[in-house]
T-cell receptor, first 111, second 115 residues
Framework: DQQVKQNSPSLRVQEGRISILNCDYTNSMFDYFLWYKKYPAEGPTFLISISSIKDKNEDGRFTVFLNKSAKHLSLHIVPSQPGDSAVYFCAASDGNNRLAFGKGNQVVVIP | DTGVSQDPRHKITKRGQNVTFRCDPISEHNRLYWYRQTLGQGPEFLTYFQNEAQLEKSRLLSDRFSAERPKGSFSTLEIQRTEQGDSAMYLC?????????????FGEGSWLTVV
């Protein structure tokens, strides 16, 4: 049962433009959400997180938005850079000790 | 480098052999996790330690898998009698829980290929 879903598995975006990645979840007990970035043959790298008491968190070029009523979050990358080309994973926690991950979105930033 | 360290990074083994992976977490982190990732999937939780105690195991962790964290520092994950379906990236992660949430930090992973 996939509790965290990332549709639109790949995204191509021009350098300098905005990348928007979407994530939907089904478990209303999730209260902490994270985005990870992964290059091939490497482990996921933490990017940004958001607690369910917030609806927005920003860190440099990365902003995460949370819509609890819709059980939806998104990651915005502005401006996109070639080094952002990677797979991005959405993850969620319900306060227990495991994270539930989506299947990932491939982002390709075109110079 | 003070990140999560995993060894070996790559392992090719014949079916039926045993393999062991080691993980050294970030030094001040008391929580350690093992995840597994296969192609096209996100990481899947295997097991979790708080200090030396193994507190949670996924049903993905069959009897052939065993993990230890004997002194609450490094951890090992052993797979006995490997099968081709065990081929995956095995990810170790660590965290130190804060009031703002439990962010876990991953190592670079150990690739296992069973031939």
């Amino acid at each position: 049962d996939q509790q965290v879903k990332q549709n639109s598995p790949s995204l191509r975006v021009q350098e300098g433009r905005i990348s928007i990645l979407n994530c939907d979840y089904t478990n209303s007990m999730f209260d902490y959400f994270l985005w990870y970035k992964k290059y091939p043959a490497e482990g996921p790298t933490f990017l940004i997180s958001i607690s369910s008491i917030k609806d927005k968190n920003e860190d440099g070029r990365f902003t995460v938005f949370l819509n609890k009523s819709a059980k939806h979050l998104s990651l915005h990358i502005v401006p996109s850079q070639p080094g952002d080309s990677a797979v991005y994973f959405c993850a969620a926690s319900d306060g227990n000790n495991r994270l539930a991950f989506g299947k990932g979105n491939q982002v390709v930033v075109i110079p | 480098d003070t990140g999560v360290s995993q060894d070996p990074r790559h392992k090719i083994t014949k079916r039926g052999q045993n393999v062991t992976f080691r993980c050294d977490p970030i030094s001040e982190h008391n929580r350690l996790y093992w995840y597994r990732q296969t192609l096209g999937q996100g990481p899947e939780f295997l097991t979790y330690f708080q200090n030396e105690a193994q507190l949670e195991k996924s049903r993905l962790l069959s009897d052939r898998f065993s993990a230890e964290r004997p002194k609450g520092s490094f951890s090992t994950l052993e797979i006995q009698r490997t099968e081709q379906g065990d081929s995956a990236m095995y990810l170790c992660a660590s965290s130190f829980r804060s009031s703002s949430g439990n962010t876990i930090y991953f190592g670079e992973g150990s690739w296992l290929t069973v031939v």
